[in-house]
C-alpha cells in the first residue's frame, strides 16, 4: 500500500512539474509572439509613416509656397508704406524669410530621407514649421497694427 500511495504520489508530481514546464513553455511561447507582433506593429507604423513621405513632402512644398505668396504681399504693402515703420517692417520680413529658408532646408532634408532617418527628419521640419508658422502670424499681425492694409 505504502508502495502505491508513493507511486501515485511521484506520478502526481511529475505530471505537475510537466504540465507546470509545458504552461511556462506555452506562456513564453506566447510572450515571444506579442513580442514579435508588437515589433511587426511599430515597424508597419513606421512604414505606414514613411510611406506617406512624398505626400506629406508635397502638401508642406504647397504650404511653403503659400507663406512665400503671403510674404511677397506683405513686401508689396510694405514698400508702399513710409518712415520708422517700413524699416521695421522690412526687418521684421528679412527674418521672416530666413525661417522661411531654414523651413525650406528642413523640407528638402525630409525630401531625401531614408526609412531610417525619416522620423527624426520630419520631426525636425515639424517644429521649424511650427516656429515659421508662429513668426509668420506675429509678424503679420505687427504689420497689420503698424501699416494699414
Known sequence: MKNKILAITFLLTTALAAGSAAAEGKAAAQLNQA???????????????????????????KD????????????????????????????????LRKKWAQTKKQLDRAESATESTWNDVKGGFQKSYGELKDSFEQTRQWLSEKIEP
Open 35 to 61: 513580442k514579435t507582433e508588437t515589433k511587426e506593429a511599430a515597424q508597419a507604423v513606421r512604414d505606414y509613416a514613411y510611406a506617406q513621405k512624398a505626400e506629406f513632402v508635397a502638401e508642406m512644398k
Open 64 to 95: 511653403l509656397a503659400g507663406i512665400q505668396d503671403e510674404m511677397n504681399r506683405l513686401s508689396a504693402k510694405i514698400s508702399k508704406s513710409s518712415g520708422k515703420s517700413q524699416t521695421e517692417a522690412k526687418t521684421k520680413l528679412k527674418a
